[in-house]
């Protein structure tokens, strides 16, 4: 299982590149869905961060229950994803403005 989310990491950046420069409205798509995963990220950590300050439980031990969550972690990973995705884009956009 290690080894495929490896290999998963390293493989779905460059795919989203390519996809975006053979089908230039999914750039639209996967902003969209960083978004959207950036508030169900935000929103999923704050009710979990509320949920222990409210119960008065100790901090440490009980946020990591919010690693149970299977919408957080979906959210988190396409969010790493697109970081890493968005790097790469940004990093061959400025090559290429420097080799003209």
Avoid: Q
Wanted: glycine content about 8%; charged content about 10%; hydrophobic content about 55%.
């Amino acid at each position: 299982m290690s080894v495929l989310l490896v290999i998963l990491i390293i493989l779905v950046p460059p795919a989203m590149l390519v996809s975006v420069w053979l089908f230039t409205s999914w750039k639209a798509i996967y902003h969209g869905l960083a978004v959207i995963c950036g508030y169900v990220f935000g929103i999923l950590s704050a009710l979990a961060i509320y949920r222990i300050l409210h119960d008065k439980t100790v901090f440490m031990t009980n946020i990591h229950g919010i690693f149970e969550n299977n919408l957080f972690l979906i959210s988190g990973a396409y969010l790493g994803s697109y970081g890493i995705y968005m790097l790469l884009y940004l990093t061959l956009l400025e090559l290429r403005r420097n080799s003209d």
